[in-house]
């Protein structure tokens, strides 16, 4: 049989997972790590089988085909489909070839087959981070390997052309190159300088990023308060040096605080620490756009102005006349020029529903230097039927427009609980008012038929019980009067735990009225709330009996400090008018946050003299406690 086939008796099919068989003549003795094959299965969840097996038909089993190469990725595809109780069809590359010719066949594939350099994973993990805004969880499922295998790797991604050219052809290793890694790319290239583009290991690196003195004017804090030993002045270099332990305690100590600011700011997150450890974050998400002030935005618009007329006046030119078509190119140039110092001297402001979504990042480096980074949400791309992220076959970046910004009614989980508990409180004191109600209450604690999330006879269990006794500042009329009258009905009040007997006798020697209010107590008390959502008992009951929470509780600080600056700007407007929600803006938030708790302490102790404006602020509630409309109703209509 002739050895040699030519390319063109290739044949391009799709064949049955079943109908495929590994070659038992495969080169590679040694089974690949277990690592590696979950990765080529994620790989292969995550993007379908990227490149075809190459087979041959079986002379022992007719419509059978032997993997000349490929079995790796038969293997996986194997793991693939292995529950899905499916044979899926698998691109092949049909090959004639004899024995001889698909050994020489398999050991080339093998021969030639190498690792990935890992810079070219991490330029890889960083592509989907930038471009489908996918986080560092994401990608570790996507490849089957850790979260911090991937955190690594992205972190290469981030070398300096010098230093990645060096890690490429060899000449630095993955540990050298990490060391790099940990500071920008304008860092590493003066501390590549400072090796004369020759750094002897790691070690080596780090010591010259972590010098024992750094330079003082990184400093975000007052050096007149640190040690006098930990601070040297270099008369010669005109320079301050700080102790490289003392400087980063106060560098950190001056970023809580400036993460304090900006949290009063208005930002919605704030996040410290190096770049390495955020960097998945940051290239997921879009750059805040910037906004300038006033007399800024309005000569940016006079430039803007001036380059479409000389744009137009471009368009319109003859090409023959180049003199003038220079000149006009000239002074498009000088406008960007101008443009750029206007932008780069301004003073750089964000919009407040800009910050209201988006999270500032303050990224401490080795050295000592803080950098700061403002970013938004950007959506994912959308799937297509192709899998290639966009409808036309083009990446879709995702949209840097920035989503809408929470408002008034957006509550965070503990201003629910908070809520919610009130309301459970105050249908149990409604409760112990109303015979009728309560006894039907009664009814479905003791039915064996009744499931029910707003009823509870485990007390350790009952989470308004827990919650009202537990959260730090909470208080509660309802709850007080609750606790009063049980002390007073209760012989077993202030018992740790009774048993059943010894129960039984103290409740015994109570009179019939009594014990009728103490079952009429304990009763009530099994009445409970779900925490995060509305619980539909609780809220019949409330309606049944006419319940107002705003009796027990009023918004106090604590309570409104759960809103983000923007939107305690909305309940100021929705409560006073637009024009108050405006200059809200220019406030902080703890001043909004305490201007809004006195005007609701004010309206509730009668001391507004809009009577109007009181009434609006007793009568508000949070948006989990106004009623929604019925579904049934509106089906029905």
Request: charged share 30%; net charge negative; aromatic share 6%.
């Amino acid at each position: 049989m002739n050895r040699s086939y030519s390319q063109s008796r290739d044949v391009q099919i799709s064949v049955s997972l079943s109908k495929l068989i590994p070659s038992k003549r495969n080169p590679r003795r040694v089974k690949p790590e277990r690592d590696a094959h979950r990765r080529m299965v994620a790989s292969i969840r995550a993007h379908g089988l990227l490149a075809p097996l190459v087979i041959r038909a079986d002379d022992a089993s007719a419509g059978d085909f032997k993997v000349i190469a490929g079995n790796r990725r038969l293997a996986a595809l194997r793991d693939v489909y292995k529950e899905s109780g499916r044979a899926p069809k698998v691109p092949c590359v049909l090959r004639s070839v004899d024995d001889d010719t698909a050994d020489a066949l398999a050991l080339a594939e093998n021969f030639v087959r190498e690792p990935m350099h890992p810079l070219d994973e991490a330029e890889a993990f960083a592509k989907l981070a930038r471009e489908e805004a996918k986080r560092v969880e994401t990608i570790a499922a996507e490849f089957g390997v850790s979260q911090p295998y991937v955190r690594q790797r992205m972190k290469l991604a981030t070398l300096a052309e010098p230093v990645k050219s060096a890690y490429r052809q060899g000449g630095i290793d993955t540990a050298t190159a990490e060391a790099f890694a940990s500071v920008p790319p304008d860092r590493q290239l003066e501390v590549w300088q400072e090796v004369s583009g020759n750094p002897q290991h790691a070690q080596h690196v780090r010591s010259v990023i972590a010098h024992a003195w750094i330079d003082a004017a990184s400093a975000t804090f007052d050096l007149s308060k640190l040690p006098e030993g930990a601070v040297s002045r270099d008369l010669f270099a005109e320079r301050v040096l700080v102790e490289r332990k003392a400087f980063m305690e106060a560098q950190a100590d001056a970023l809580l605080v400036q993460r304090q600011a900006l949290t009063e700011a208005g930002w919605a997150d704030v996040v410290i620490g190096p770049q390495g450890d955020v960097q998945d974050r940051l290239w997921s998400m879009a750059e805040a756009p910037q906004e300038y002030d006033e007399a800024t935005t309005a000569q940016l618009k006079k430039l803007y102005d001036k380059r479409s007329k000389l744009e137009t006046k471009l368009g319109e030119l003859d090409e023959s006349d180049e003199a003038k078509g220079e000149a006009l190119q000239a002074k498009l140039e000088a406008l960007d020029d101008e443009e750029q110092t206007l932008t780069k001297e301004a003073e750089v402001h964000y919009a407040e529903a800009t910050k209201a979504v988006g999270t500032a990042f303050l990224l401490l480096d080795p050295d000592g230097r803080v950098r700061q980074e403002y970013r938004i949400p950007r959506t994912r791309p959308g799937a297509s039927s192709n899998g290639s992220g966009g409808s036309d076959g083009h990446a879709d970046h995702g949209s840097v427009e920035p989503p809408k910004p929470p408002t008034s009614d957006d509550l965070k989980d503990g201003q629910l609980a908070i809520t919610f508990t009130h309301q459970a409180l105050a249908v149990r004191e409604a409760l112990l008012k109303d015979d009728a109600a309560r006894k039907r209450v009664l009814a479905l604690i003791l039915h064996d038929k009744v499931r029910s999330e707003a009823l509870s006879i485990r007390h350790d269990a009952n989470g308004t019980t827990v919650s009202a006794d537990h959260s730090e500042g909470f208080a509660s009329s309802a709850l007080e009067a609750l606790r009063k009258r049980r002390a007073e009905l209760d012989p077993l009040h202030d018992q740790h735990y009774v048993e059943d007997a010894a129960a039984y006798a103290a409740v015994e020697a109570l009179s019939s009225k009594k014990l009728d209010a103490l079952i009429d107590m304990l009763t009530v008390e099994c009445i409970t709330a779900h925490l995060q959502r509305r619980t539909e008992l609780v809220w019949r009951l409330a309606t049944e009996l006419g319940v107002e929470v705003r009796r027990f509780w009023r918004p106090d600080e604590r309570w409104l400090s759960g809103y983000q600056k923007i939107q305690l700007a909305h309940l100021i407007g929705e409560l006073r008018g637009p024009v108050y929600a405006k200059s809200a803006e220019l406030k902080k938030k703890s001043e909004l946050v305490a201007d809004l708790a006195k005007l609701f302490t004010d309206a509730a102790e009668g001391r507004l003299e809009d009577a109007k404006a009181a009434a609006k602020l007793n009568a508000w509630l949070p948006s989990n406690l106004r009623e929604a409309p019925q579904e049934a109703e509106t089906v029905a209509a």
